[in-house]
DNA sequence: GCCAACGTTGGC
DNA sequence: GCCAACGTTGGC
């Protein structure tokens, strides 16, 4: 079981966003990046991320599953773009910062401290566990 | 609003 | 296949 971490825009795609679409979920679209995409072929049904906003929040505000692997990104008629498709979980009772997340030394290696830019994380066990509690959700 | 970091593109 | 140029992203 792999955990993830997914980044946005909240201007652009936010979590209340991402609540609004419920159960069904929504496709994670519009990434053009290999390692991103490479991130979300791996990504099997069932499996958590996390969800970030970037710019003005800087905060994991969310749990999502992923409800349906890889398939063609609908918004290119590239096929070389893939996406899954992620529906919202639960909210954090308290957004975890990214001032928190630099501040704690066990999170260093964390791919949102290393490589920020990466729209498609992945994230270990610990971390994922560490995440949740700082969160104020169950691992 | 700026700037650094990074990934992608395109010319050679 | 390399590398310079460019565009985009995100933190500050």
């Not at 008629?77 to 893939?82: A, Q, S, V």
Request: one cysteine or more; hydrophobic letters at 40%; charged letters at 30%.
């Amino acid at each position: 079981m792999a955990y993830w971490l997914f980044k946005s825009e909240p201007s652009t795609w936010s979590w209340d966003d991402q609540v609004a679409k419920g159960a069904a979920g929504e496709e994670w679209d519009g990434v053009r990046n290999y390692q991103a995409r490479n991130n979300m072929r791996a990504m099997k049904r069932g499996e958590r991320g996390f969800f970030y906003h970037s710019q003005t929040e800087k905060a994991i505000v969310g749990v999502v599953e992923v409800s349906a692997e890889a398939h063609p990104d609908s918004t290119t008629e590239d096929d070389r773009w893939e996406c899954v498709d992620i529906r919202a979980v639960a909210p954090f009772a308290r957004p975890v910062t990214l001032d928190e997340i630099k501040a704690n030394p066990n999170l260093s290696e964390l791919v949102l401290v290393k490589n920020s830019r990466l729209s498609v994380q992945p994230v270990t066990d610990a971390e994922w566990r560490i995440l949740c509690e700082m969160g104020g959700v169950d691992a």
